[in-house]
T-cell receptor
Framework: QKEVEQNSGPLSVPEGAIASLNCTYSDRGSQSFFWYRQYSGKSPELIMF????GDKEDGRFTAQLNKASQYVSLLIRDSQPSDSATYLC??????????FGGGTRVLVKP | GAVVSQHPSWVICKSGTSVKIECRSLDFQATTMFWYRQFPKQSLMLMATSNEGSKATYEQGVEKDKFLINHASLTLSTLTVTSAHPEDSSFYIC????????????FGQGTRLTVV
């Protein structure tokens, strides 16, 4: 079983719609959760991080964390073609290394 | 913000030669730096964790004698791929963390290595 799992996609959404990405993790000791966006041929860039159960909103992005169910999700509202990328979920235990999921490829169609 | 600069952004080398990749934290001191490798259409795979002034900790299956990591200062870590072979061709990415309590990591631009 992979430590961090994501649906590889592609997740195809029309422009202006909401894209919903999910991520599950196996280590119950995980404390920090991150969403990165990676364009083809580029390195990942941090979108959001979340530490506590519940929702965290930043602009068009909302991260949701449920530690009891061991999942974290990312919502992208009003999706734009520029949001087309691979989204990586990463998980970390306290002060420890990041473990990445396989990534979900998102395609926003005009 | 926190800026991590990686150099070179791409390199082509002959099989059997060695290549050094540099990772610098420009506006903060990085107690910990991480080196990843990413093959096409795959996720990032952690190769090793380096802490300033100490030996790097390598992930299982990563040859420490082939991938030499040096973290001599709080702003610079280097990865040297020794005796490179075509199968070492990959996208190598470093990331840096400010301290041991802040797990947010900032990524360099990545280095595309092609071994011919």
């Amino acid at each position: 079983q992979k430590e961090v799992e994501q649906n590889s996609g592609p997740l195809s959404v029309p422009e202006g719609a909401i894209a919903s990405l999910n991520c599950t993790y196996s280590d119950r000791g995980s404390q920090s959760f991150f969403w990165y966006r990676q364009y083809s041929g580029k390195s990942p860039e941090l979108i959001m991080f979340i530490y506590s159960n519940g929702d965290k909103e930043d602009g068009r992005f909302t991260a949701q964390l449920n530690k009891a169910s061991q999942y974290v999700s990312l919502l992208i509202r009003d999706s734009q073609p520029s949001d087309s990328a691979t989204y990586l979920c990463a998980v970390s235990a306290a002060g420890n290394k990041l473990t990445f999921g396989g990534g979900t490829r998102v395609l926003v169609k005009p | 913000g926190a800026v991590v600069s990686q150099h070179p952004s791409w390199v082509i080398c002959k099989s059997g030669t060695s290549v050094k990749i540099e990772c610098r934290s420009l506006d903060f001191q990085a107690t910990t730096m991480f080196w990843y490798r990413q093959f096409p259409k795959q996720s990032l795979m952690l190769m090793a964790t380096s802490n300033e002034g100490s030996k790097a900790t390598y992930e299982q299956g990563v040859e420490k004698d082939k991938f030499l990591i040096n973290h001599a200062s709080l702003t610079l870590s280097t990865l040297t791929v020794t005796s490179a072979h075509p199968e070492d061709s990959s996208f190598y990415i470093c990331s840096a963390r400010k301290d041991s309590t802040n797990t947010e990591a900032f990524f360099g631009q990545g280095t595309r290595l092609t071994v011919v």
